[in-house]
């Protein structure tokens, strides 16, 4: 069968338009778990925030991370990020998990845009749990586990300007390893 060239061009552009609003609800629900789980004052104090839906993070001996996101300051989206990750030490399987970063002032939003950022290996966050209590590092050397995005409450605090929090989606991995998460920025056009 036959389609005509404009009718696929339609076809392809609806398609675009219903991937992009897919994406853009990825986005809202990931923010949206996390204003449930954490203290209200995050989103209604801070300067900003970084989101990030999906970071997969696996490994066999050497290990790494990825994961896109969005920046946000004073609720507004200004930006887009990337977050890489290598990792080398014990590390066995694979895993992924939502990240939020807040921002607490000006100063610390604009060291996160700078260009490029990179956390050291004592950034921490926290991760977010329903029926344990745990802790994750950006150094990997934690583990999380989420019972679900829907009941879990935390608190934390900002260390240098900033608070990280995770929310585990799925996978199983164990680790002993060294590493820091390194940022991109690219503000939105």
């Keep these: ?8 061009g339609a076809a392809l552009v609806a398609g675009l338009l219903v991937a992009g609003a897919a994406w853009a609800d990825e986005y809202e629900s990931t923010i949206q778990s996390f204003k449930d789980a ?3 004052e995050f989103f209604d104090n801070s300067y900003g925030y970084a989101v990030f839906p999906t970071i997969g993070k696996g490994g066999v ?3 790494g991370a990825h994961g896109k996101g969005r920046v946000y300051r004073q609720g507004a989206h200004v930006g887009d990020t990337r977050m890489t990750q290598v990792t080398v030490g014990f590390q066995l399987g694979g895993q992924a998990f939502s990240q939020i970063i807040f921002f607490e002032d000006q100063r610390s939003f604009e060291e996160f845009t700078s260009g490029n950022f990179e956390f ?3 950034a921490t966050a926290v991760a977010i749990t329903a029926g344990a209590s745990a802790s994750a590092g950006t150094t990997g050397t934690g583990a999380g586990v989420s019972g679900g ?3 879990a409450k935390v608190g ?3 260390y240098k300007g900033m608070a990280i929090f995770t929310i585990a ?3 199983l991995m ?14 939105k056009e």
Excluded: C
């Design 1 to 8: 069968m036959h389609v005509p060239t404009g009718l696929r």
């Design 38 to 40: 954490v203290r209200g």
């Design 61 to 63: 001996g050497i290990g």
């Design 120 to 122: 050291g290996a004592q």
């Design 149 to 151: 995005t829907n009941n």
């Design 156 to 158: 934390g605090d900002y």
């Design 169 to 171: 989606k799925g996978g």
């Design 174 to 187: 164990y680790e002993a390893t060294l590493g820091g998460q390194k940022f991109s920025y690219k503000a």
